[in-house]
Structures are given as C-alpha cells and as structure tokens.
C-alpha cells in the first residue's frame, strides 16, 4: 500500500482537500484499498498548535511518505509572527530537494467565457511551465541595509543541468518543443543557463530548442497561448511567468502543480492560496486540489487509466455547466464534488470512507 502524506494546509485547504480524496476514493471503487493516508499539520495549521509551520514529526512523514498532497498554505494571523506559513514551504521544499516545479496551463472549454483573453487567442491552449526552484534569487546571499540591500542570485552547473533535462524530458510526451526563457543579455546566470541549456539539448536530438528573453515571453504568453509546448526557466522568472499564465483559463481554482525532487517523494498542490476570506463557507473550487491528485496519479504512481478516469470526470461536470462561483456558477464545493463522484459512476462518499 502507498503511503500519502495530507498536509491540508490553511484557509480553503482542508475543505479542497476533502473534496479531492472523496473523488478519489470514489474512484477506486470497491477495489483494495491501495493508498493510506497520513495527515499532518503544516503552515498556520502547525503554528496554532506550536512554534514552528514544519514540525519535525511532519517533514519525517514527508520524507518517509509516496507521494505528498498539499491543499493550501497561508494565515493572516502569522503574517508578522517569527515564523510565517510560507517559511514551512520554503523549508521543506530544501529538505525534500524539489528542485522542479511543473504547472501545466491548460484552459478548457468550459471556462473560455471566463478568460481576459479573446476566446480567439487562448482556444486550444495547453502548455506546461517548468520551473527551477531551489535556488537562484530566491536562496542566495541577502543583505539589508538602511540605505543598500542585495539579494544574489546564483545558480550551478549541476542545477541548470538537472531542471533542462526535466524540461526535456516532458517534452519528449508532448510536441518536443522546449522553450528556454532567459535574460541573458544582461543577466550572467542567464549566459550560463542558455549555454547549459544548449548543451543538454544535444542529448535530446528528437525535440527542438528555442530561448527568448523573459520580458518578451512574457508579452507572447498574452497574445500568442497556443504557440508554447514546454517552457523552462530560473526560479525567480517561474515564479511571475506561471502566475501571468494562470491568468489564461481566467481563475486560479482549474490549475495543479507537482515539485519532484532528484529521488524521492513528490508533492503535488494547487496553484491557488489559501482564501481565508472564503473559507468553511462551502464555496471553494476544488478543481486544482483533484487535478492535482490526477497529477500525482500519473507521476508518482503511473496510474495513468484512474488518472484519465478523474480528469475526465472533473471536465465533464464543468462542460456540463456545473460550475463554482469563482467560474461564474452557484455550484457549492459539495455539489459540485457530488458532480464529479457522479460523472465517475460512483456514489457520495464519507469522510470516514477514506
């Protein structure tokens, strides 16, 4: 049996994350059980009940653990404390070694109505944005001062090398199109990075690479969707280009993301934060949470038929009109999780089901 570690998180996160394990659940069936389910508290959840949002007893679980689901992360109650919800993440993606982020952007049919962008341009948009995340900007040398304040930005051979071919290596399942996205006419990292770049691309001789600078891909995610396969790039550049592109399907409540480290266990969270102003009021969108279980089906487990089984079920229920709020429906959180158990042919499950 596999061991799945549930760190439900803050706000909205428990309510999503139970809504995507009773679709999973649901989706097994009758069948053996073939998941257990660990649940530890994390981010404003573990400092309400201690000093630190990584507890030791729940990074051990993390490391000992399949696969890791993660609903959401952030409390207004912390923002100022010591230790913020936040800091549990960047900690514990260091000590799990996620170096990769992977966001597939995708807008379905059902939700082009809600997108900022003419129907005309985002149709048919489907691409994934891989991001470096454990160091660059983000994790180098800082210094503040009263008048002066630096944050280095560094990055290794080894670490461009490791996230390009994982760029690759996606590519190689989709249309063998990566696109490299740098600022190398000014940023030395940068020049690094396409070199490296440039280099593994040999050992990929069935899928083509591009660069463009960060500012100019940024204008062509708005007005040109439809022409990216598999983007790839530096963590810092990731981190605006993916929230830029999250803009696409026109709500943040469709859209998952795995981190996978070099060995070892993978999590797997929406993209969303934690909405406390909508929390336990039953009307959270629970897409991202299941896709991101689809996710962790397909790249933790090779589950590949549940996978299908789910996604399909979660878009069939928006294309049917069910839709939350935030899409622009009076669907509940309930109703529309009852929808997708529905479209599996299954029944309502408990809580306790799992």
């Not at 000093?51 to 959401?72: N, R, V, Y």
Request: aromatic share 6%; with cysteine.
């Amino acid at each position: 049996m596999k061991k799945i570690v549930v760190l439900a998180g803050d706000g909205i996160g428990p309510e999503i994350m139970e809504s995507a394990l009773r679709v999973l659940t649901a989706a097994i069936g009758t069948k053996a059980p073939v998941f257990s389910f660990d649940y530890q508290p994390f981010g404003g959840a573990a400092l309400a009940i201690g000093d630190t949002p990584l507890p030791a007893s729940t990074l051990k679980a993390c490391q000992q653990a399949d696969a890791i689901l993660l609903g959401a992360i952030g409390d207004p109650r912390w923002e100022k404390a010591a230790y913020t919800p936040e800091q549990g993440l960047l900690t514990l993606r260091k000590a799990l070694g996620l170096y990769a982020n992977i966001r597939p952007i995708k807008v379905a049919d059902a939700v082009l109505h809600l997108s900022p962008i003419k129907e005309a341009i985002v149709k048919g948009t489907d691409f994934v944005i891989v991001r470096e995340l454990t160091s660059g900007i983000y994790f180098g040398e800082k210094k503040e001062g009263i008048d002066t304040a630096f944050d280095i930005n560094r990055y290794a051979r080894n670490e461009i090398e490791r996230i390009i071919r994982h760029a690759f290596t996606i590519a190689q399942t989709r249309q063998k199109k990566v696109l490299s996205i740098d600022k190398a006419n000014v940023l030395a990292t940068s020049k690094l990075w396409r070199r490296i770049a440039d280099e593994i691309a040999q050992e990929f001789p069935d899928c083509h690479l591009d660069h463009q600078y960060v500012d100019s891909a940024a204008m062509k995610i708005m007005q040109q969707p439809t022409a990216f396969d598999v983007i790839v790039t530096e963590n810092l550049f990731g981190d605006i280009l993916s929230d830029e592109a999250s803009i696409l399907p026109g709500s943040l409540g469709v859209l998952p993301s795995a981190s996978h480290g070099v060995n070892g266990v993978s999590l797997y969270e929406p993209i969303h934060g934690s909405a406390p102003d909508i929390a336990g009021q039953n009307i959270a969108n629970p897409v991202s949470m299941i896709l991101s279980v689809v996710m962790m089906l397909r790249e933790s487990f090779q589950m590949e038929a549940l996978a299908e089984q789910i996604e399909n079920a979660c878009f069939d229920t928006m294309n049917a009109g069910i839709l939350t709020k935030d899409l622009g429906g009076d669907a509940t959180t309930d109703r529309f999780t009852a929808a997708v158990i529905a479209q599996l042919g299954g029944i309502q499950y408990g809580e306790n089901a799992i």
